[in-house]
């Protein structure tokens, strides 16, 4: 009976030890900027980054900036080469006859709502803290 507790415990303890160092240590924070090409900032969306394991999210501040997590938002990010896309940076119209769902506009081109064609990347590691995103507005000149 013992040596089945002492077992028992023994196991219970390597598997809480394991847990802890798995979650330590391993992601990066990770803060930056979404902007157009002219410097101006994305005022709003999610940006999502996809390595094909790890999801992780961020919402867009009115600034263009964002802080990124993976079970909650700025727990920071694994290491890696994530693709990276965005979704919800759309506008809302005016809607006098009150449809459902409200008419938007989309701010940003439509390559950009899709991790398998936004062509938008980061690698990161350790030194990866702040940078900026660039995206192209849906038409040239409009926005």
Same mark, same amino acid.
């Given at each position: 009976m =013992? !040596?089945?507790?002492?077992?028992? *415990? ?10 802890? +160092? ?8 990770? !803060?930056?900027?979404?902007? +157009?090409?002219?410097? %101006? ?18 919402p867009?501040? /009115? ?7 993976? @079970?909650?938002? =700025? =727990? &920071?990010?694994?290491? &890696?080469? #994530? =693709?990276? #896309? ?7 119209l ?6 459902f769902? /409200?008419? $938007?506009?989309?701010?940003?081109? !439509?390559?950009?709502?899709a991790? @398998?064609? %936004? ?8 030194? $990866?803290?702040? +940078? $900026?995103?660039?995206?192209? *507005? ?6």
């Amino acid at each position: 009976m =013992n !040596k089945t507790i002492t077992r028992i *415990s023994i196991l219970l303890l390597t598997t809480a030890a394991f847990f802890s +160092f798995a979650g330590c240590g391993g992601h990066t924070q990770l !803060k930056g900027k979404i902007a +157009f090409e002219d410097g %101006s900032p994305l005022t709003t969306g999610m940006v999502i980054f996809d390595d094909g394991t790890t999801l992780a999210r961020a919402p867009i501040q /009115p600034d263009g900036t964002f802080i990124a997590g993976t @079970e909650k938002e =700025n =727990n &920071g990010l694994p290491p &890696g080469t #994530y =693709n990276v #896309y965005i979704t919800g940076a759309e506008e809302m119209l005016d809607n006098p006859e009150g449809k459902f769902p /409200p008419p $938007t506009r989309p701010l940003i081109h !439509k390559k950009h709502t899709a991790a @398998e064609t %936004s062509g938008l990347t980061v690698t990161i590691d350790k030194a $990866t803290k702040d +940078f $900026t995103i660039t995206v192209e *507005s849906p038409e040239e000149g409009r926005r």
